[in-house]
Nanobody
């Protein structure tokens, strides 16, 4: 089992920055990939960014590339999402997730690739 707990969400103005954290515990030795998704009511969960644990390679959705950074602190077992230049349309619940299978290498944008999820943290960006 893996437990993920997000923090760092809150209220921001358009153009502001926020950093989300995801504390990961439990069966962490076989994590293939870690990711951030976001979701708004009535919509499907949307891929934001992922990090491949083998070599810390990162991938981003086109909408956040250049503004968001995904990174991890191995010693603290914590995943981060640094968000810059936030936009109102990025208001959502942000989730972190872990994948423990080779599927991550080619399916990292799909929520079904990830076996464990946090409870989510709300990010609200006002204009």
């Amino acid at each position: 089992q893996v437990q993920l707990v997000e923090s760092g969400g809150g209220l921001a103005q358009a153009g502001d920055s926020l950093r989300l954290s995801c504390s990961i515990s439990g069966r962490t030795s076989d994590i293939q990939g870690m990711a951030w998704f976001r979701q708004t009511p009535g919509k499907e969960r949307e891929f934001v960014a992922t990090l491949r644990t083998a070599d810390d390679t990162t991938f981003y959705s086109d909408s956040v590339k250049g503004r968001f950074t995904i990174a991890r602190d191995r010693a603290k077992n914590t995943l981060y999402l640094q968000m810059y230049s936030l936009k109102p349309e990025e208001t959502a619940v942000y989730f972190c997730a872990t994948s423990h299978s080779a599927t991550h290498s080619y399916g990292f944008v799909r929520p079904s690739t990830y076996e464990y999820w946090g409870q989510g943290t709300q990010v609200t960006v006002s204009s």
